[in-house]
């Protein structure tokens, strides 16, 4: 079992930015690929980025591609999100989700096997 907890969102004015975390608990953080998702008011939950096990392959959606960036600290069992130029748009709930398994293909969203209770993300024009 993995207990994820976003933290890190807020209002912010359009071009600013913010840095969401994601910490975990309990089984090997290392084991997993972390993904972030959002879901505005009235749509469906979105990709926004993953990151394999080691971090060293990311994917991103188009639509926040060179604005937003994905790491991650094993040590610290962490996974964050730098948004940078966020926009009104960029409006959301934010989540946080995991996925247990060795490779480094993208998954799907139904096979994130935890998600966090997500942080909400306003942007102001």
């Known amino acids: 079992q993995v207990h994820l907890v976003e933290s890190g969102g807020g209002f912010v004015q359009a071009g600013g930015s913010l840095r969401l975390s994601c910490a975990a608990s309990g089984r090997t953080f290392s084991s997993y690929g972390m993904g972030w998702f959002r879901q505005a008011p009235g749509k469906e939950r979105e990709f926004v980025a993953h990151i394999s096990r080691s971090g060293g392959t990311t994917y991103y959606a188009d639509s926040v591609k060179s604005r937003f960036t994905i790491s991650r600290d094993n040590a610290k069992s962490t996974v964050y999100l730098y948004m940078n130029s966020l926009k009104p748009e960029d409006t959301a709930v934010y989540y946080c989700?995991?996925?247990?398994?060795?490779?480094?293909?993208?998954?799907?969203?139904?096979?994130?096997?935890?998600w966090g209770q997500g942080t909400q993300v306003t942007v102001s024009s």
């Open positions: 989700a995991a996925r247990q398994y060795s490779g480094i293909n993208l998954p799907q969203i139904n096979e994130y096997d935890y």
